[in-house]
Nanobody, 121 residues
Framework: VQLQASGGGLVQAGGSLRLSCTASGRTSGSYGMGWFRQAPGKEREFVAAIRWTTRYADSVKGRFTISRDNAKNTVYLQMNSLKPEDTAVYYC??????????????????WGQGTLVTVSS
């Protein structure tokens, strides 16, 4: 499975961005898909995930929405009301296991290359 993330960029606080993650290779609509982010000097942290339900980090609830289009093998992260603290490299990941530990980075089997989101104040 190969994952290609895109959609990052520079946006002012309060603005919006939509990230996309397109999968190729051995794809399946049943995979768990997640978004994580890593800010400079910080550990990678969970943002959102989708499989049979959706999960969100408390810091993004009500502002971010994860969705998927299985026909396009693509997962989206709609980010609204962006804050400077959302600045990070955002990574998408795929979990192929039958179980689903949505928030744990170690549970994911494949990772995209990351896309940079910068929110200016």
């Amino acid at each position: 499975v190969q994952l290609q993330a895109s959609g990052g960029g520079l946006v002012q606080a309060g603005g919006s961005l939509r990230l996309s993650c397109t999968a190729s290779g051995r794809t399946s609509g049943s995979y768990g898909m997640g978004w994580f982010r890593q800010a400079p000097g910080k550990e990678r942290e969970f943002v959102a995930a989708i499989r049979w339900t959706t999960r969100y980090a408390d810091s993004v609830k009500g502002r971010f929405t994860i969705s998927r289009d299985n026909a396009k093998n693509t997962v989206y992260l709609q980010m609204n009301s962006l804050k400077p603290e959302d600045t990070a490299v955002y990574y998408c990941a795929a979990d192929l296991d039958a179980g689903w530990e949505a928030t744990r980075p170690q549970a994911y089997d494949y990772w995209g290359q990351g896309t940079l989101v910068t929110v200016s104040s």
